[in-house]
């Protein structure tokens, strides 16, 4: 078969590490067609520093007369998602998107109908479908180790260096990542509907910024302000601060040091929200952004039994019902440094659905719903109501 022919829509840290994936995958499976970008000079620089032969392309607009690329990896930022991938669905091409989808409910909705109109495959980059402990979850659920599944308790824990990162950088505007409950919670708001395989259909959200709030004592930023012995968020820019940074954010440009308490910004820092899925699981699900370690925990018990885990220890607490007895099930952490075996997989699973002929409609409700909470809870915060989530 021949490779996969794939352009790369999006040359910054994200598009970055789908480089380093293809460097490490099989030879004949896919090849770079394109890579494509806004400026002339930052692509050719791209090209030049991963010593990329492929055509140098601008704007992706060009794409639409290009009949040598199958398939576009989207990794534009977060609001610059929705024309890209239109223009790439018209252009009969199918797409892997970043998360998340879009940054508001029309843009995701445009996306979607124009990956159903194009009869392509839209799928979205979200790593975690691929961990062993959310696989293994799944299957726990799935194969009835529980009995039927009643509810679930998520707890987003953000570390704290992580979530103050993001008040440096473009996340903590709502009109570029939809807010921290989507930018960041999407991902845990995804496994939830892939351990369920359900999606939701009502939440009521709560939600605000308790913690990053204005300080009258502190300077608008690190370098200015007196209080740096005693804060834990002081951004040295040096090179321990860096090293972090980057392990903790990936391969991005270094926000200035602004203060992450009087920077300006509309984003949450904490949110708790209830969801009713389609199963009749009900979810009660809280993020927090200053977790003394990031971590994922949750408890999903059922009519049989109870689980308990974090993605963190990569143990699954299993309770049957009854006087049975409690077991621990360990599940082999994925290998290698960050989430790269997640990335190689999402890559993979990928070219295997354009392969196969997969049906574009699963990957169209899933992308569609990991917003969908989201998009509900952000609306539930500001009405005070219940709002209902459709299938698109």
Avoid at 271 to 299: C, H, K, W
Avoid at 374 to 386: I, K, R, V, Y
Wanted: aromatic share 8%.
């Amino acid at each position: 078969m021949a490779p996969i022919r794939l352009a790369l829509l999006g040359t910054g840290g994200r598009g970055q590490i789908y480089v380093d994936v293809m460097n490490r995958m099989e030879p004949g499976r896919a090849e770079w067609a394109a890579m494509v970008g806004r400026t002339p000079a930052t692509v050719e620089t791209f090209c030049t520093e991963n010593n990329l032969s492929c055509p140098q392309v601008i704007g992706p607009e060009k794409l639409r007369e290009m009949d040598d690329v199958d398939a576009v990896l989207v990794c534009t930022p977060d609001y610059a998602h929705r024309e890209p991938a239109v223009a790439c669905f018209e252009a009969g091409k199918h797409c892997l998107v970043e998360k998340p989808l879009a940054t508001n409910k029309d843009d995701a909705a445009a996306i979607c109908y124009a990956a159903r109109d194009a009869g392509k495959i839209l799928h979205l980059g979200f790593v975690l479908r691929y961990d062993p402990l959310a696989i293994r979850l799944r299957e726990l659920v799935q194969s009835g180790a529980i009995g039927k599944p009643i509810t679930a308790i998520v707890h987003e824990a953000v570390g704290w260096f992580h979530g103050s990162t993001y008040m440096r950088r473009w996340n903590r505007f709502k009109e570029m990542s939809g807010d921290m409950l989507l930018h960041k919670g999407c991902h845990t708001l995804d496994i939830i509907n892939f351990i369920l395989d359900s999606y939701p259909t009502r939440v009521a959200a709560m939600g605000g910024l308790d913690c990053f709030v204005p300080r009258e004592d502190a300077a608008d930023y690190c370098h200015e302000c007196a209080l740096t012995d005693e804060c834990a968020y002081y951004a040295d820019q040096g090179d321990a601060y860096r090293k972090r940074f980057y392990e903790t954010a990936g391969p991005q440009v270094l926000p200035d040091a602004h203060c992450v308490f009087n920077v300006d910004k509309d984003t949450t820092d904490n949110t708790s929200l209830i969801a009713q899925f389609e199963n009749g699981m009900r979810v009660s699900y809280t993020m927090t952004m200053v977790a003394p370690r990031g971590d994922r925990r949750l408890i999903i018990m059922g009519t049989d039994g109870e689980l308990r885990t974090d993605m963190h220890s990569y143990k699954i607490d299993y309770l049957p019902g009854g006087d049975r007895e409690p077991e621990t099930i360990d599940v082999r952490p994925p290998e290698g440094w960050g989430h790269q075996h997640h990335d190689m997989a999402l890559l993979l699973h990928f070219l295997d659905r354009i392969e196969q002929g997969d049906d574009p409609e699963s990957g169209i409700q899933d992308a569609w719903m990991s917003g969908a909470i989201a998009f509900a809870a952000l609306e539930s915060m500001e009405t005070g109501q219940f709002v209902d989530i459709k299938r698109i």
